[in-house]
């Protein structure tokens, strides 16, 4: 494109044919006030606060529709400019709020960095009251709050020219001129994306996010995409689930690979704690982001991401030793060796893969799935014993390992009520799932009592049922509104015939040395925990009974099965001893993730600590540190998203559940996914937030060298 030369305010300025002279001002670090500008919109000129005079033009211009031509002079600072402007703003100010304070935006309006600039006081003009438009709270995620609007037309043509869904625009009611809808629909009604383009656009606080939407505690431009900032490795949620609605599922395994080396695991047992943070909650449901993951997972036939996700720098000569092959010490491990450093992982269990393996029961995730992730492991090069268990640290440093991970989970589960009591027939729930993963005979009885009222419970009364119990009693603390299960997990369960006793505290286990009665509890009106974690409950007088079991399985919590003798710090709870991020235990080289550290949490969260883990150690042994990697090439991503007739309505995709009686005598697994419709369906319901952090940011006037 052609350059051009032209002298702003005495500087000479080498612009593009074409440009305005307000791009090239801005450009030359030059500022000219503005408001109805935006850099991303077409120029339109209302405001008239960026007018400029030019030698040989009469009057002023306006520079945002103005091109440039070679050898122009502009002058952007007279008085006669100063008197332009200073009438254009107190004509915008006559019908807006004097209060700037009680504006949500104040101190981050460009309204009110204007009104600063200009050093121009709210309208000596006759104050012209809004009758019509007052504050609309009724539409989900966007407040409009209209008395605050300039009418810059910036939002409307956001919503035209960037997004192409066009629902907004100029509306006309008894002589007053106002932004609003066709027939001032409500936005949901209308058909609104809820993109948030308008919001992003607009100079004051006429458009805004409703309280509450996006976090505060974190940058904005990680809060504006809530389900990644959610996540607890951040994966880039929107960028698959649009791959996914385009049926690029293999491109979408790359990207979910880039953070998660056991996408199809999480794609059945993630605890998708990212769809607690999806706004499309504020219409109706989240989308089904994991069962999205596991769709594209299971339809990738091409794996274009293998090659590169298989590639590892040159050999360091650094060793690492890895205590544990669950998801966090085998995420570490993967990164390790990618940095070019030798893994060893040591392993207890006779198979690798920790609670995906021998805690989560088969009808919920299948064995072929992690078996084929570990093997990728595998074949990137770490090594992984099994059968092998290490008792001390000193072990491993004795063998010449540079650096060692500790990520031994929470296998040990905690006992009540067992003194004098049959031990044969009392399980704690990771002793139970796990015996039943490794295919271990055990004799239940007809009738099992399971304490606790979480998901590793309901995944121990189901099994229980699929052992051929007769009766299944889960029974918990909590009332039925606060039960920890997913609400998934208890429906499911009650189908299969599980039977559920809510606010109920445990007592003892009724029985001998040699038989198991049932178990004795009472009914809890309240319960809470002290400071110091202590339960305080507030039980019903004289409401005691008993339980009749056969079997008592405890799913009441667990820890990691560690003691002193390792050599390493521990803390409350037998939980290992970290300093702060760096994830070093108290001795040096030797480093813990996991559930080993943190107490029982989710596979996720496992796998994020492990891929800390790795970025300290890859430090500690002299690498920088980043374990980034790109496995899809990403391009600009067309913002138009278009109008969608019914798009705040659409219904959340179910996946197909096998029927009750078809399930509860097997371990094959249960959820069937997303067929193709279903799946594409879903992905097109996402609001695609990612898209708003496209849109560029405005520079306030005192970001400008010249002003």
Not at 140 to 147: A, C, N, Q, S
Not at 343 to 369: C, D, H, N, Q, W
Not at 441 to 470: P, S
Not at 629 to 640: Q, S
Request: net charge neutral.
């Amino acid at each position: 494109m052609q350059k051009v030369v032209v002298t702003i305010n005495g500087l000479q300025v080498e612009a593009l044919q074409g440009q305005t002279i307000l791009e090239a001002a801005l450009k030359a670090d030059i500022y000219i006030p503005h408001l109805c500008f935006h850099p991303d919109l077409k120029p339109q000129g209302g405001c008239k606060l960026c007018v400029v005079e030019i030698d040989g033009v009469d009057g002023a211009v306006t520079s945002c529709n103005t091109e440039v031509k070679n050898g122009m002079v502009i002058r952007t600072k007279t008085d006669k400019l100063s008197h332009l402007r200073t009438v254009a703003m107190e004509l915008m100010l006559a019908s807006h709020p004097a209060d700037c304070t009680s504006c949500p935006v104040y101190l981050n309006c460009e309204l009110q960095a204007m009104l600063q600039y200009l050093g121009v006081a709210h309208s000596r003009l006759r104050r012209i009251e809004k009758k019509n438009i007052k504050i609309n709270a009724s539409n989900p995620l966007i407040v409009r709050d209209m008395e605050r609007c300039i009418q810059c037309g910036r939002c409307i043509r956001a919503c035209s020219d960037i997004r192409g869904v066009g629902i907004l625009q100029y509306n006309k009611n008894n002589g007053e001129v106002y932004v609003g809808t066709e027939k001032d629909l409500p936005l949901k009604e209308a058909d609104c994306r809820f993109c948030g383009a308008c919001v992003e656009v607009c100079p004051t606080g006429a458009l805004r996010d409703e309280e509450g939407v996006f976090r505060k505690d974190i940058p904005r431009e990680q809060a504006l995409i809530p389900c990644k900032a959610e996540c607890p490795a951040h994966t880039d949620i929107p960028t698959y689930v649009r791959l996914v609605s385009e049926g690029k599922y293999s491109d979408a395994v790359a990207v979910i690979r880039e953070k998660l080396p056991f996408p199809g695991s999480l794609g059945y047992v993630c605890n998708h704690k990212c769809e607690s943070a999806c706004k499309r909650t504020k219409l109706n449901e989240p989308i089904s982001i994991r069962n999205l993951k596991r769709y594209a997972v299971e339809h990738d036939t091409i794996e274009v991401w293998k090659e590169k996700a298989m590639r590892t720098l040159p050999d360091t000569g650094k060793k690492v030793a890895v205590v544990g092959a669950g998801p966090s010490g085998m995420t570490a491990a993967l990164y390790l060796r990618k940095k070019g450093h030798a893994v060893t992982i040591f392993e207890k269990l006779p198979l690798a893969g920790g609670m995906l393996s021998v805690g989560i029961p088969e009808y919920r995730l299948p064995r072929e799935i992690v078996k084929k992730e570990i093997d990728f492991i595998k074949a990137v090069g770490v090594e992984i014993f099994t059968n092998t268990e290490i008792k001390s640290v000193e072990e491993l440093t004795g063998q010449g390992f540079d650096a060692v991970l500790i990520a031994i989970g929470a296998h040990k589960g905690r006992k009540f009520f067992t003194e004098g009591i049959c031990s044969l027939r009392v399980y704690t729930a990771v002793d139970f799932l796990r015996k039943v993963s490794l295919k271990e005979r055990i004799d239940l009885g007809e009738k099992v009592a399971v304490i606790g009222g979480g998901n590793v419970a309901f995944d121990c009364a189901r099994t229980a049922v699929r052992l051929g119990v007769k009766e299944v009693n889960v029974i918990c603390l909590e009332s039925r509104q606060a039960m920890l299960a997913d609400q998934e997990e208890i429906y499911q369960g009650e189908e299969e015939g599980v039977l559920i006793q809510n606010s109920k505290s445990t007592l003892k286990i009724e029985g001998t040395s040699e038989h198991i009665q049932g178990v004795r509890h009472i009914d809890v009106k309240n319960f809470s925990f002290d400071v110091e974690g202590k339960l305080i409950i507030e039980a019903v007088d004289g409401s005691e009974s008993i339980t009749e079991a056969d079997t008592v399985i405890f799913a009441a919590g667990q820890y990691p099965d560690i003691d002193e003798n390792f050599g390493i710090e521990l803390n409350r709870g037998n939980l290992i001893t970290v300093k702060g991020e760096t994830m070093e235990t108290s001795k040096k080289g030797v480093f813990a993730a996991g559930d080993a550290v943190y107490g029982t949490k989710s596979v996720i969260e496992a796998i994020a600590s492990g891929r800390k883990a790795a970025e300290s150690i890859d430090l500690f042994l002299g690498g920088n540190g980043d374990i980034s990697e790109v496995l899809y090439e990403r391009e600009k991503v067309d913002g138009n998203i278009g109008k969608r007739i019914g798009f705040g309505d659409l219904k959340r995709e179910e996946t197909a559940i096998t029927p009750v009686q078809e399930r509860k005598n097997c371990f094959l697994k249960i959820d069937s996914g997303f067929d193709e419709i279903k799946a594409k369906c879903e992905a097109g319901r996402c609001l695609q937030c990612d898209l708003r952090t496209d849109i560029s940011k405005v520079k306030f006037w005192g970001d400008y060298k010249f002003k």
